[in-house]
């Protein structure tokens, strides 16, 4: 396919589209850790961003070289979103109940979100984009490559602002702000899930 103005104007849109979900979880991470620097917001909109990225692409791969077994699996992401989200959400929601019950302040720890949680939390805000791997399928290795990669620039920037918001929103409600955030993942697991 040619790399149009309505191919790139399209490519955007599902980068905004799919990046919703990741944005979300991003404001939630940043009242998580509203003393987080800057380097580690980098580091986690690299990582939704970076998954925004090889889910289409491994949608398409499935889609040209193992599209029956794929095809097959399809039915399973909603409930590993839902799985994923409701287990960092619960315990989100486990350890913001027993800061509260304790008294105890909210901690401005930079370890707050470890590379396991993250990487959860990228898989389960981008397994819905495996099915983009449908979408892209009539593009070339080139043009797919490009569309996902225009997905994850779109992510990093939409996750850059989250993070930024959640951060000064978490300053504001820090006592409440891990219950609250267990609650969004939660919700969002759930939405996934309804909508399929």
């Known amino acids: 396919m040619e790399m149009s103005f309505i191919f790139v104007l399209n490519s ?13 979880v991003s404001i939630v991470n940043g009242m998580n850790e509203p003393c987080m620097r800057r380097g580690k917001v980098v580091q986690i909109a690299g990582c939704y961003a970076f998954f925004q990225w090889a889910m289409p692409m491994t949608g398409w791969f499935c889609v040209h070289f193992i599209a029956q077994q ?8 909603p409930w590993i979103a839902l799985i994923l989200l409701l287990l ?6 486990r350890e913001g109940i027993g800061r509260l019950r304790e008294n105890e302040p909210a901690a401005c720890e930079d370890n707050a979100l470890t590379w396991p949680v ?3 939390q990228g898989v389960a805000t981008s397994i819905d984009a495996l099915s983009v791997g449908f979408t892209i399928a009539k593009y070339g290795p080139l043009s ?10 779109v992510t990093f920037f ?17 006592d409440k702000s891990t219950i609250l955030g267990g609650l969004i993942l939660i919700a969002i697991g759930l939405e996934i899930f309804i909508t399929g």
């Open 88 to 93: 960092i959400g619960g315990n989100m929601l």
């Open 70 to 77: 794929f095809e097959a699996f399809r039915p399973f992401i």
């Open 118 to 120: 993250l990487i959860l």
């Open 144 to 153: 797919a490559f490009t569309a996902s990669l225009i997905i994850a620039v």
């Open 12 to 24: 955007i849109g599902l980068g905004i589209g799919l990046a919703m979900d990741a944005f979300s």
């Open 158 to 174: 939409i996750c850059f602002a989250g993070l930024h918001f959640g951060r000064k929103f978490g300053e504001k409600i820090a």
